[in-house]
């Protein structure tokens, strides 16, 4: 199927039409000869003197091309284009942001995994590990992540790259964003990141093995502000529960946080427990996809206007082999 992206063009086709009937026809003066002679001339041929000018006619010919060729011009300007057939396109719906922290409490090996059960590594491996399963099953999400320590900081922002997402991922280390645990001021930041976003289905998975000691802004008072900015947010407390001092997670605050933004809290104490966190989030939250339906369009204005050259190139030909055909008409 062909369309026009700009078919109010075709209103230029009356154009020569109008100018045939306004404009005066072209008239075009040529010498004359004297000959002493004349009225015997015009006795023998019988043809009455008068004063008027040559108007060149053209061939019937020349007129068809004169037409098509403007036509071509027309049609090129108001670009004709061939519509495909539909395309449908699915897109995420969900921006998930995942917060990760890094206080020097995540450097304490407490976590086996499953393939090598002798050795046991510390919690931000484990973490690494679980989360490389996770984010594979998430290939619908726009996925962002946060590191948080004395701060938070915004280490990958929303995308649809996986294995950039990763790689930024597999970068981290223990104690780079400081040794505190801001948990209230992460999820502040994502609340900035999410607000800069449109989509409206909004998730924030944290993951935490202490207290929050250097945030700015209290942890539940931030999750008001995201309930309210409609993100729902996951909480996973990492470690042991009986920790102690700085290590001590505090599981009332989790639960309080997830409760307000309509999320869930979990708590991970071995690699296993925190896998079957990440299954219990896939079945909260299963894929979610925007479908976008489009025509593809391909312009092919070239093609009048080929035809517009073709039809020049031979009108010139014509011009230039023709035998001179002019009539007299009457000024």
């Known amino acids: 199927m062909i369309e026009f992206a700009y078919p109010v063009c075709f209103v230029l086709l009356l154009a020569p039409v109008i100018m045939y009937f306004i404009a005066p026809a072209y008239k075009e003066k040529r010498s004359s000869i004297q000959v002493p ?51 449908t396109q699915q ?26 059960q002798s050795n046991e590594v510390d919690r931000l491996t484990a973490v690494k590990q679980v989360l490389r399963k996770f984010v594979s099953q998430r290939d619908s999400d726009r996925l962002g992540l946060i590191l948080f320590g004395d701060a938070p900081y915004l280490q990958a922002p929303f995308t649809n790259d996986l294995d950039t997402w990763l790689t930024l991922l597999n970068d981290t280390q223990v104690g780079m964003a400081g040794q505190s645990t801001a948990f209230g001021d992460a999820i502040g930041l994502s609340i900035s990141v999410f607000n800069s976003h449109e989509t409206q289905n909004r998730v924030l998975i944290v993951l935490t093995d202490g207290n929050d000691t250097a945030s700015k802004v209290p942890p539940v008072e931030a999750a008001k502000v995201a309930a309210a900015s409609n993100i729902k947010i996951y909480t996973i407390a990492i470690g042991d529960p009986i920790a102690v001092g700085e290590e001590k ?24 427990a925190l896998e079957n966190v990440y299954e219990a989030i896939n079945e909260l939250e299963p894929e979610l996809f925007e ?28 011009v230039t082999l023709r035998f001179p055909n002019v009539k007299k008409g009457a000024n």
């Open 37 to 87: 002679y004349f009225e015997q001339l015009v006795d023998i041929t019988g043809e009455k003197p008068q004063k008027g000018a040559v108007i060149l006619s053209r061939k019937h010919i020349q007129k068809l091309l004169l037409i098509l060729a403007w036509l071509c011009i027309v049609v090129a300007m108001a670009k004709p284009e061939v519509i495909g057939t539909p395309v």
């Open 249 to 272: 997670v505090d599981i009332a605050v989790l639960e309080n946080i997830a409760s307000i933004t309509g999320g869930q809290s979990y708590q991970a104490i071995d690699t296993q």
């Open 91 to 116: 897109k995420s719906a969900r921006d998930l942001m995942i917060a990760v922290d890094l206080s020097g409490s995540m450097a304490v090996e407490d976590f086996v995994l499953p393939e090598n």
């Open 291 to 318: 479908s976008q339906t489009f025509r593809p369009k391909t312009s092919i204005h070239y093609i009048p206007i080929a035809l517009f050259l073709g039809l020049y190139l031979v009108s010139l030909l014509i």
